[in-house]
């Protein structure tokens, strides 16, 4: 069993940037973020490899936002610039063995941070 715990969301302008940090109990493959924002799905957001070596972005973040790994802390981080009003949402940890943009591919789960940009 993995414990995640997310921290680092909360309220921002447009245009401004937060960094969202997941740590881990201990060492898995894969780590990912996604999100879902009120009435809508849960949506893939970026996704790292350990290495960090194989990193894979939502289209809607591409260029915008970064994910990074620290190995020695079991902690994946999520930066996050030039928000727009449309991230909005609470974002989620994942990790798992597998890896990639799908839901199923993760086996443990954070409890959510919420982000929230104003226009």
């Known amino acids: 069993q993995v414990q995640l715990v997310e921290s680092g969301g909360g309220l921002v302008q447009a245009g401004g940037s937060l960094r969202l940090s997941c740590a881990a109990s201990?060492?898995?493959?894969?780590m990912a973020w996604f999100r879902q924002a009120p009435g809508k799905e849960r949506e893939f957001v970026a996704a790292?490899?350990?290495?960090?070596?194989?990193?894979d972005y939502a289209d809607s973040v591409k260029g915008r936002f970064s994910i990074s790994r620290d190995n020695v802390e079991n902690t994946a981080y999520l930066r996050m610039n030039s928000l727009k009003p449309e991230d909005t949402a609470t974002y989620y940890c994942a990790a798992g063995q597998r890896g990639g943009q799908t839901e199923r591919s993760y086996d443990y789960w954070g409890q959510g941070t919420q982000v929230t940009v104003s226009s």
């Open positions: 790292s490899s350990w290495s960090g070596r194989n990193l």
């Open positions: 201990r060492r898995t493959y894969a």
